[in-house]
């Protein structure tokens, strides 16, 4: 199998460098899957307001939440560099009462939070890795690959998923962004591309159909997700598998994790809003699951029609999110993101009123919406701790002048405080902190802001 390193176009030979297309260039959706949007925010830089549902196009959406003006939370200036203009965009979360789908108000240019220096990568975070090779095992038990079966990864990033499928056969990865290099001195095959029609021809072309496509952590990213898939509906086996995961409406609702809205995650995926979109691409959800990756994701097996049987699990999903999903849920939800904001801003100044410091501890996307939300800045939080390697160290948290530091800053100091902005994993992260000699107590500021002695 040739290896696409540099290439991001189908024409691009191993070795060579060639400007990627934009996701889902040129194709026609299935007759009835509506049209893409008129107006799109890919390749202007800028960004498009959603005045119809990202799925079934219905133009009357229900206002859910606002959380302000927030900046791209992979924009983050060198620590010193004196302040200077910076975007910020609307984050707005609509509903459609007819498809139910839960969806961002505004589509931001890719280019924009997704740049060529992105900096995560999912081989660096424990609970991914174990998330993967859980996946790997499952799929094993489940739908058993043969050992000529390829594996196509979308939104592969540093090559961690597949690495837990590579001992079994052929795969490769499709990833935009710097971290595919990393993959492919990992000896993952990988395109550095967007994933879009044409580089899925060419994989079909010189590689044959994927019995195994997944995608992780990007299928709420994409902004035409139609043709994303009708893209993957080509590049898969007419008996192969679509496996995607993304954040889980249902505990999103149910532990306040307002702070995973940011401009990244287009949608918000219930199973039946999942279903719905599937269903009009003629695929149907064959196996359904709750996992606990970023604080509450779902993945969702899905196949043509009548290719794989379906399991309970679907069914039974269905009727435990129902109940907690309808619209006055919603406006309940909304109604205690003020209030836990409210809270935490109270217990904040109860600390800095008594001249005690604060150190952040964990820097991952979401803690960039929890800070300008409630509005930390510098004098509130000393500093934002992050492990030894991170890309973020050196730099400023998005739209703040909190800086990013090595963690070994917690234990050297010993701040009164520590909050965590990874609270959603603060019973792995407390006891491990005070294993290494942190001696003072925690914030935790979600669902309900606490301390912890």
């Known amino acids: 199998m040739d290896v696409v390193a540099l290439g991001a176009s189908p024409d691009a030979r191993p070795g060579e460098t060639k400007n990627a297309a934009p996701i889902g260039g040129g194709f026609k959706p299935l007759a009835g899957a509506p049209a ?8 202007t830089g800028h960004s498009v307001v959603v005045e119809r549902c990202q799925v079934c196009d219905w133009p009357q959406l229900e206002p859910v939440l606002f959380l302000g003006y927030l900046p791209p939370v992979n924009t983050m200036h060198a620590i010193g560099a004196r302040p200077s203009e910076q975007p910020a965009y609307p984050a707005q ?6 498809c139910s789908l839960v969806q961002l108000g505004l589509v931001v240019d890719p280019a924009v939070l997704f740049p060529p220096t992105y900096p995560y990568t999912s081989g660096t975070t424990r609970v991914l890795r174990e998330n993967f090779a859980e996946l790997a095992r499952e799929v094993a038990s489940l739908y058993p690959l043969e050992p000529t079966d390829l594996v196509v990864d979308i939104g592969s990033n540093d090559g961690t998923l597949l690495s837990n499928f590579a001992d079994r056969g052929p795969v490769l990865g499709i990833e ?8 492919v001195e990992a000896g993952i095959p990988t395109y550095i591309s967007f994933f879009n029609r044409s580089t899925v021809r060419r994989i079909v072309a010189e590689e044959g159909q994927a019995k195994l496509v997944t995608a992780t952590n990007v299928f709420a990213h994409v902004e035409n997700v139609h043709e994303v898939v009708e893209s993957v509906l080509e590049l898969m086996h007419d008996d192969g598998l679509f496996v995607t995961e993304s954040h889980y409406l249902l505990p999103l609702v149910r532990t306040m994790q307002y702070d995973t809205v940011y401009h990244e995650h287009l949608r918000y995926y219930s199973l039946a809003s999942l279903k719905h979109l599937l269903e009009m691409h003629d695929l149907e959800v064959v196996h359904a699951k709750a996992i606990p990756t970023h604080g509450g994701s779902i993945r969702v097996y899905a196949s043509r029609k009548g290719k794989h049987p379906v399991r309970d699990t679907v069914a039974a999903m269905l009727t435990a999110e129902a109940p907690e999903l309808t619209a006055q849920k919603l406006k309940d939800f909304a109604r205690k993101v003020v209030h836990t904001k409210l809270g935490l801003c109270k217990l904040l100044q109860d600390v800095k009123s008594k001249g005690q410091r604060i150190y952040g501890v964990g820097a991952p996307s979401r803690a960039s919406t929890l800070v300008n939300y409630v509005g930390i800045d510098e004098g509130v939080v000393d500093c934002v701790l992050e492990i030894h ?4 160290i050196g730099k400023y948290m998005p ?4 800086p990013v530091l090595e963690e070994t800053k917690l234990f050297e100091d010993q701040p009164e405080y520590a909050m965590l902005f990874s609270w959603h994993i603060a019973d792995e992260l407390i006891p491990k902190l005070r294993q290494r000699g942190f001696k003072g107590k925690f914030i935790v500021p979600l669902p309900e802001p606490r301390v912890v002695s």
């Open 36 to 43: 893409p949007a008129a107006r799109k925010a890919a390749g």
């Open 176 to 183: 935009p962004t710097n971290a595919g290099r990393l993959a």
């Open 93 to 98: 979360v609509l509903r459609c009462p007819k």
């Open 389 to 392: 390697g991170s890309h973020k």
């Open 399 to 402: 739209g703040t002048l909190i």
